[in-house]
């Protein structure tokens, strides 16, 4: 049978065979990279679209990675920052609780609306099924009544409108359904005796609107966008089969021109993937680069406190450059991103048990520090000046050795010991200056009066000691910031201040050195 009779022969050229692609045409979005609320923010972007009935895959892909990050992420919760802090306590439950009631109330709201439009759309196809049905027996009805079609021409062409203003059908009765309505058409055509001039208009119309489909099909191969181009070209082919045949001497002509303009549109379908290829390649090396960079630095061996926030910045650094990143290989995709989550995990892992023995070493170290506040405070009321001064000496050096201890603490405890190291040092300055004025106010050497005996000594000594505990404190104090966040201006502040006060110590201690070095020399028999 020949075109001219059968309408339906162009539905059998089948369109170029493309590559496998994804089911939509909005890029790939990898959700497993995506935290909580940017899951939720994408949801609720989705929900606020007119179409988000048509994206259910998309939803229930979201909804899928949402609850799978939100298992992971209270496994993984561990309060690594605020270890540091011995009364610390976190509560992440009521966090979660919330942002996973609100996911779940926009989830229902989209789960109930899609049940709604589901239950409208069925209703509409068996409706559209109906009226084809209806449509298939008016046309069956047509050619039963009339031997010479000719005269009805204006009605089948009546009943073609009709069909095509009709929706979409229940999936399982569309091919049965269009068979029978393409039957009856070929069969109208192989009776019809139409007129040349009849024919030639139904050939005209049929023509313009195929010159149609043409110039929208070659307008999409120049389109951009290749993925909806193809997409619309499908649409173009199936408007393309509800239309008869054109006349003879243009038949062969319109189809090469809609097929060239078809084979251009999916040779540009058929690039863009392979340049996805090349990309997705360039994209997991970059990634393999940060997966090394994370594991280098998840397997350093030894890591000071302050080393573990800076190493935290940077890791989060290079998170946030992993998310710049498009996707790798579909094969390579999921490996390369469990590879990183594994380096990732480590280091803070490591992070957590650093920072939980850290935890527990300041509590050992608040211990050790109460039982030399007790030495001291036990000391302070001593009038054995020498013994008890080289005593309370020894228990600035075994404070100054001992590590941080939790920071609401420290300045407690620290007022406590200085406060009996004061006490201490107050009385034994407060009975020098008694015992000079008392040698003072006694006369020698003939009758003169004793010249005051020389403290400086003495001055000196005090002064070391102060700021010998300064330094301490000074140096304590660094112990406990190293394990914030955002301490680097404090620590420097504090380094600069020990290296002055140690600057001030070595002066001290010289002229101290000096002052006993002369007295030795005084002392010393003359030759």
Known sequence: MNEELNPGAISQVPVEATPDVPETTTPEVNYSEMSLGELSILFEKLMSDEDRMKRAKEAEAIKSAFYKKLSKDKAEYAPEEEAAEADSEAAPNNVFEAVENGFKSLYNTFKKEKAEYNRKMDAERSDNLIRKQAVIEDLKQLLADHEDVSSVFPAFREIQARWREIGPVPATA??????????????????????????????????????????????????????????????????????????????????????????????????????????????????????????????????????????????????????????????????????????????????????????????????????IIEKAEALKDSSEWKKTTEAFIELQKQWKGIGAVPRKKADALWKRFRAACDEFFGRKEENFKAEAAKRRSRPQNGGRLQRPVVSEKEKLIQQYNRLQQDLDTYENNIGFFAASKNSEPLIKQFQERIESVKAELATLEAKIRQIEDAAQAAEAPKE
């Open 174 to 371: 569309f091919r049965d359904l269009n068979d029978t309505y393409q039957f009856y058409v070929e069969q109208f055509y192989d009776k019809v005796q139409l007129n040349r001039d009849m024919r030639d208009l139904d050939f005209k119309k049929n023509l313009e609107a195929k010159e149609a489909f043409c110039e929208e099909a070659e307008k999409l191969s120049e389109d951009e966008n290749v993925i909806d181009a193809f997409k619309e070209l499908q649409k173009l082919h199936e408007q393309w089969k509800e239309f008869g045949p054109v006349a003879k001497e243009y038949r062969e002509q319109i189809w090469e021109r809609f097929k060239a303009a078809t084979a251009k549109i999916n040779k540009n379908y058929q690039a863009f993937f392979e340049g996805q290829k090349e990309k997705q390649a360039e994209n997991l090396e970059a990634k393999k680069a940060l997966c090394e960079k994370v594991e280098e630095i998840a397997s350093r061996e030894e890591i000071s406190p302050n080393q573990w926030s800076t190493l935290t910045k940077e890791i989060e650094e290079i998170q946030k450059e992993w998310k710049k990143i498009g996707y790798a290989t579909k094969k390579e995709n999921q490996k390369v991103y469990d590879r990183f989550r594994a380096a990732n995990d480590k280091f803070f892992e490591r992070k957590r048990i650093y920072y939980s023995e850290y935890k527990d070493s300041m509590s050992a170290n608040v211990d050790l520090k109460m039982a």
